[in-house]
C-alpha cells in the first residue's frame, strides 16, 4: 500500500506540474507532431511482401530468388484490335512507334513485342553454322552411319521428286538430317510448356485468332516501391495515350498490385478515420453533455500513432503500409480503454487526484496488452514484428499523452457532478453465474473446432476489381493451358548458373522420364559444354570422318540421281560452324534465351520450364532443397506454402498471448 501511494503521489506532482506549464507541454507535442509529420512524409514506406513472410522460410528463399531473377518487375501490354485482324488493322505499326517511345524511358530496361525474326529463312540458314555447338557429336555420327545416310538421301529423294518437292530443294541442300528442325522442337516445347499459343504467321507476338497482339516490357521499378510503381503507371499511361481508336489495350504488370494495395488501404484507413471521428463524436456529445473538450480524446490515439509511425523508418529498413493500417485499427481500443476513464476522473471535484490514483490500474491494463504485442516481437516474420512495435508502442504512448495532456485540459474546468444512480452489484448468485458462464464455454469448444479459418494470403493481396478484370481477361486470350513450374537457378556468374542449369535439367529428365522440359542451355549451352562439344566435332573433321561422310552422301545422292554437289551447302556449313564457331547465340532463338537467362544487376539466373504438377514440383524441390540460390516456383503450392507458413507463425504467437 505504501508503495502505491508513493506512486499515486509522484503521479500527481507530474500532473500538477503538466498543468502548471500545460502550454509549454502542448508547443513541444506540437513540435513533436510537425517533426513526425515531415518525418512520415519523407520515410521509406512499402508493400513489400517479403517482410511477411518468416525469415529464411521456403516461401522467403523463393521470394528473394524471384527478385535476382527480376520476375517481379516483368509486365505485359495486351492489345485488342476488336473486328479487324492484325495485319489490317493500324496496330503493326503503332507498335513500332510505341516501342520505339518506351525504349527511351529510363524507367523500362526491355522492351520486346517480337519474337519470330522478319527473314525466317535467313535465320534458318544461319542455324546450320551453330549445329556443332547444339548437337552431340555421337548423335550425329549414329545419323551418318551407312544405313543412315541411305535412309537420308532416300527421303530426300521422295520429298523432292515423288512428292513434289516445291520449296524444299534449299532445305534438303541445307540439312539433309534435319537437325535443325530437331531444334526448333525444343522451342516448340517451350511454347508448349508456356501455355501461350502464338501465331507463327506473323513475327509479332500475335494470337491465333490474329486479333490480339503482345507488348512484353522489363522495368527496374521493384513492385515493392510503390511511389515507382505510380510513376512507371503514370509513363505507360501518357505512352499509349495516341493509341489507335478501334483498338483497346490493358497493362498487366505486379506494380499495379502495388498502387491497388496502397490506394484501398489508404481509402480504408480514411473511411476508419471518419466513421471513427463522427462515431465518437456523437457519442461524447451526447454522454458527456456536449462538453466540446471530449473531442479531443480521439486525438492522443491518433497524435501516438503518428510519432510511433515516423519512428518505424528508423527501427525498420521498409516500414508496411499493411501494418500502420493494421496497428492502427488496433490503437483505436485505447480510445475506450483510456479516454474515458480519464476523461470521467478528470472531470469530478478532485480531478488531478483522480487520475492520479487511476494511473496505475489503466497501465497494468495497458502493459497487459502491450505484453501481448511485444511476443510478436520474437516472430520470424518481420511483418509481425512490425505490428508488435508499432501497436504495442502506439497504446502505451496513447496512454501517456491522454493522462498528461488531457488532464490538465479536462480539470481546468470545473463541471457540474454527475448524478447517476449506479445498482449494487450482487454476490448471492456467483455460483450460479460462474456455472453459467462455464456451460457457455464448454459448449463454445466444438463450435470452436469446427470453425474453418481462411488462410489464403491472397485475401491480403487488396487489388482492385479493375485490375483482377484486366488479369481475367488477359488469361482468356492467352493462357490456353495452365502455366508452368519454374526450377529458377541463380548465381554471380552466367558460366556458373548456366553449368548448375544443364546438371539440374538433366537430374529433373531423369527423375520425371517422359514429361516435357525445357531448359535455355537446350539452346544456348555452357562455355564448358559448348568447348567439349567442338573439340570432339574437331576431332571428327580431322580424322576425315567427316570427310568420309560427305563423300558417302555424294556416293548415294548420284546413285538416286541428285547432282554431285547437291548436299555441299550442309556440308561446307557444318565445316565453317566447326573451324569458324559464331561467338553468339543464333538469332533465331535470342527472344527465347533472352526471357530465361537474366542478368539483373549482380546476380544472373536462367529458368527451367516442367509441368506444374505436385509430383513434378515435389521432384524438382528435392533437388535444390539444400541449395540456397535455386528456387522451385510454382504459382499453386508457392501461396499454399506461404499461407500455411505464415498461418502456423501466427497461430502460435496467438496461443502465447492467451
Not at 10 to 38: E, N, Q
Not at 61 to 87: A, Q
Not at 385 to 391: L, P, S, W
Not at 557 to 569: D, I, L, S
Amino acid at each position: 500500500m505504501e508503495r502505491k501511494a508513493k506512486l499515486n503521489r509522484f503521479i500527481l506532482r507530474l500532473l500538477i506540474a503538466s498543468s502548471r506549464h500545460r502550454l509549454i507541454l502542448y508547443a513541444i507535442v506540437a513540435i513533436l507532431f510537425l517533426l513526425s509529420a515531415y518525418g512520415i512524409y519523407h520515410g521509406q514506406y512499402s508493400n513489400n511482401i517479403s517482410k511477411m513472410l518468416p525469415d529464411s522460410s521456403e516461401s522467403a528463399r523463393t521470394l528473394e530468388i524471384m527478385g535476382r531473377n527480376g520476375l517481379s518487375s516483368r509486365g505485359v501490354i495486351s492489345f485488342d484490335t476488336g473486328s479487324k485482324s492484325f495485319s489490317d488493322s493500324p496496330l503493326p505499326g503503332y507498335m513500332e512507334i510505341l516501342g520505339a517511345r518506351l525504349r527511351t524511358s529510363p524507367m523500362l530496361t526491355r522492351v520486346d513485342y517480337q519474337f519470330i525474326p522478319k527473314s525466317l529463312t535467313a535465320s534458318l540458314n544461319n542455324l546450320s553454322r551453330y549445329l556443332p555447338q547444339l548437337i552431340d557429336v555421337e548423335d550425329f555420327d549414329r545419323l551418318a552411319s551407312n544405313d543412315g545416310i541411305t535412309t537420308t538421301v532416300n527421303q530426300a529423294y521422295r520429298q523432292l521428286f515423288l512428292l513434289g518437292g516445291f520449296g524444299t530443294t534449299d532445305r534438303l541442300r541445307m540439312d539433309p538430317f534435319n537437325l535443325r528442325m530437331q531444334q526448333l522442337e525444343k522451342l516448340n516445347d517451350f511454347q508448349k510448356l508456356s501455355g501461350i499459343q502464338i501465331s507463327p504467321l506473323h513475327s509479332y507476338i500475335v494470337s491465333l485468332d490474329e486479333r490480339k497482339a503482345l507488348l512484353l516490357f522489363e522495368s527496374n521499378i521493384s513492385a515493392a516501391d510503390t511511389a515507382g510503381s505510380r510513376s512507371l503507371l503514370a509513363m505507360l499511361g501518357e505512352s499509349l495515350r495516341d493509341c489507335p481508336s478501334g483498338i483497346t489495350f490493358d497493362i498487366i504488370s505486379p506494380n499495379q498490385h502495388s498502387v491497388d494495395n496502397e490506394a484501398i488501404i489508404k481509402a480504408d484507413v480514411k473511411i476508419v478515420a471518419i466513421t471513427s471521428f463522427i462515431v465518437f463524436t456523437l457519442l461524447f456529445i451526447i454522454f458527456y453533455h456536449c462538453d466540446l473538450r471530449s473531442l479531443l480524446i480521439p486525438a492522443m490515439p491518433t497524435l501516438a500513432s503518428v510519432i510511433v509511425m515516423a519512428i518505424m523508418p528508423f527501427v525498420f529498413k521498409d516500414s508496411l503500409f499493411f501494418v500502420i493500417g493494421m496497428g492502427g485499427l488496433i490503437i483505436g481500443l485505447a480510445v475506450g480503454d483510456y479516454g474515458t476513464h480519464v476523461y470521467a476522473a478528470s472531470s469530478g471535484t478532485f480531478g488531478l487526484r483522480s487520475v492520479a490514483r487511476l494511473f496505475l490500474p489503466l497501465l497494468v491494463t495497458c502493459l497487459t496488452t502491450v505484453g501481448a504485442f511485444l511476443l510478436f516481437l520474437i516472430s520470424d516474420i518481420e511483418a509481425f514484428r512490425q505490428i508488435g512495435f508499432y501497436a504495442g508502442l502506439s497504446l502505451l504512448l496513447s496512454l501517456l499523452l491522454t493522462i498528461f495532456l488531457l488532464t490538465p485540459l479536462f480539470s481546468n474546468k470545473r463541471r457540474r457532478p454527475y448524478h447517476v444512480a449506479i445498482p449494487r452489484l450482487s454476490t448471492s448468485r456467483y455460483s450460479l453465474v460462474i456455472s453459467v458462464w462455464t456451460a457457455l464455454l464448454i459448449l463454445a469448444i466444438p463450435v470452436i473446432a469446427k470453425i474453418k479459418f481462411n488462410d489464403d494470403i491472397r485475401q491480403f493481396d487488396m487489388t482492385s476489381e479493375m485490375t483482377l478484370k484486366s488479369e481475367a481477361s488477359y488469361d482468356k486470350n492467352w493462357q490456353t493451358s495452365p502455366r508452368p513450374a519454374m526450377l529458377i537457378v541463380t548465381g554471380k556468374s552466367k558460366e556458373s548458373v548456366l553449368q548448375r542449369g544443364e546438371v539440374l535439367a538433366a537430374q529433373l529428365r531423369q527423375a520425371l522420364p517422359g514429361t516435357d522440359c525445357f531448359s535455355p542451355t537446350d539452346i544456348s549451352p555452357s562455355a564448358e559444354k559448348l568447348s567439349e562439344r567442338l573439340s570432339k566435332w574437331r576431332q571428327l573433321e580431322e580424322s576425315g570422318r567427316l570427310q568420309q561422310i560427305s563423300e558417302s552422301m555424294r556416293e548415294k545422292a548420284v546413285e538416286k540421281g541428285f547432282a554431285p554437289e547437291f548436299f555441299n551447302p550442309f556440308f561446307e556449313t557444318l565445316n565453317n560452324g566447326i573451324k569458324e564457331p559464331p561467338d553468339t547465340a543464333p538469332e533465331l532463338f535470342l527472344p527465347v534465351l533472352s526471357r530465361t537467362t537474366i542478368c539483373n544487376g549482380e546476380w544472373h539466373s536462367m529458368m527451367i520450364f516442367f509441368p506444374d504438377l505436385d509430383h513434378t514440383n515435389a521432384k524438382a524441390l528435392s533437388l535444390v532443397s539444400a541449395d540456397p540460390d535455386c528456387a522451385v516456383i510454382s504459382q499453386k503450392n508457392f501461396r499454399q506454402t506461404m499461407s500455411s507458413e505464415i498461418s502456423g507463425r501466427f497461430t502460435f504467437l496467438l496461443a502465447l498471448a492467451v
